[in-house]
């Protein structure tokens, strides 16, 4: 056995909560990575002092473990593998790949696929190579790996019918029995076309832990500041410090840009809402010792006001533990060599959180919406497969015809078991449209926009 300090636990960027719950860290925080809102960043190497500090973190590490590999696009493994290469000084050695250390990568191909470029396991073409390093790599790294499977589910371990559900919807594929069980769990409203406020008092009467899922940031917004008028507390404003220095004549468009995209590229916005009394989330890690991580769920119970402003918000977490929190500073880039400071609270309100977030979560109570609003493959499944068993499930719609698996992702499984796992079966491609006869139009619709992209896998190497 290794002794802790020789591993290093990494998790696909955002995904705090998870780091937090076995002592991780985010890939693009340990390993500094590029970032670019709306975009993919070139890949550059960092600073003497900073490749200093990171060397330190990874002395005498023998593994590197990355959870959520199906988040993990094939640029970020690219990017992964020059970063600690740059770290151990193995970019001019003929075997440097990932630094000469072993890399261990968890996750499930069929869950959300990366939000930009491809799966981990498609090879990058030439024209990504030329475009984010300049043509320093021609090699496939996801054939450096080996694979193992797991298949024990655990989460529904305790729920055999919804576990065997999950299985086939899993693969794109759900009998008419299986829907038949999964319309069971649709929210009795009082109408049969329902409004949103019937759909806030429903969420009213669930338990405290009880999280929504959403398929777009739009539709949680909707949501989020409806529940948030319900409460009788006063509005509260939270202002973020903006500062930036750039030619006069960029002025006017930087000033825009911030205008028009308060999210821009720390997802931290200008001006965030909140009550007392509000349900809110942690959207950084600010004391993962403590549990205050990305994704944390806590109550607004007060604001602390100074000379300038708000200087800190009181919180209590569902452990009943309190904890005062501050302004963070944020960095990016919104113009070429302009770049922008924001102080800003990280938090937002959380009585709906997208489905994205909540890929890796195990929840108890959950008010899912998977109706026609679902985009993605394997977002169904993300979605109902948080739930631990099928009576903690309420499904505001429900469409079958949304149900949909990644095909290059079941090939590549059945790829992977032909070479590693002839004891397991190969997996059926589903046929497209499966469904297309089975389509359930949403009773309540929450008006929406998106264009977004939103994985069993154990490799060793």
Known sequence: MLSDNKVIRLFVSGFGGTAFNI????????????VEQGGTAKYKPISDNALKRIRQSFKDVDFVIIDEISMISNVTLLYIHLRLAEIFCTSDKKDGWFGK???????????????????????????????????????????LFEYEELTINMRQKTDKVYSEILGK?????????????????????????????????????????????????????????TMLNKLESEEIKLIAN????????????????????DDNACGIPQVITIKIGCKSMIRRNIDVSIGLVNGTIATVIAVNKGKTGIDSIAIRLESNQEYSIKRLEYQFQILDQVFITREQFPICLSYAITIHISQGLSLENTVVEAGNSMFSCGQTYVALSRITKLEGLHLINFDPSSVKADE??????????????????????????????????DRLRIHHSYKIQTAFLLVFY
């Open 23 to 34: 002592q991780g860290l985010t890939v693009h925080r340990l390993l500094q990575l590029p």
């Open 101 to 143: 250390i072993h890399i261990v990568v968890f996750g499930d191909l069929l869950q959300l696929p990366p939000v930009r470029e491809e799966f981990a396991f498609i090879p990058l073409a030439k024209s990504q190579i030329d475009k984010y390093i300049k043509g320093k790599l021609s090699f496939n790294l996801w054939t």
């Open 169 to 225: 919807l899993r693969l794109g594929y759900l009998a008419n029995s299986d829907i038949e069980t999964l319309l069971k769990r649709k929210i009795s409203f009082s109408s049969h076309t329902p409004s949103l406020h019937e759909l806030c008092k429903y969420l009213n009467n669930l338990p405290s832990n009880t999280v929504c899922l959403m398929p777009t940031k739009n539709m949680c917004s909707i949501l989020n500041n």
């Open 242 to 261: 903006d500062c930036y220095k750039c030619l006069k004549r960029l002025e006017k468009r930087v000033l825009k840009m911030l205008n028009e995209d």
């Open 408 to 441: 290059s992702a079941i090939r590549e499984y059945n790829r992977l078991r032909k070479q590693y796992r002839t004891d397991l079966d190969i997996y059926n491609i589903p046929v497209n449209n499966v469904y297309k006869n089975n389509k359930i139009i």
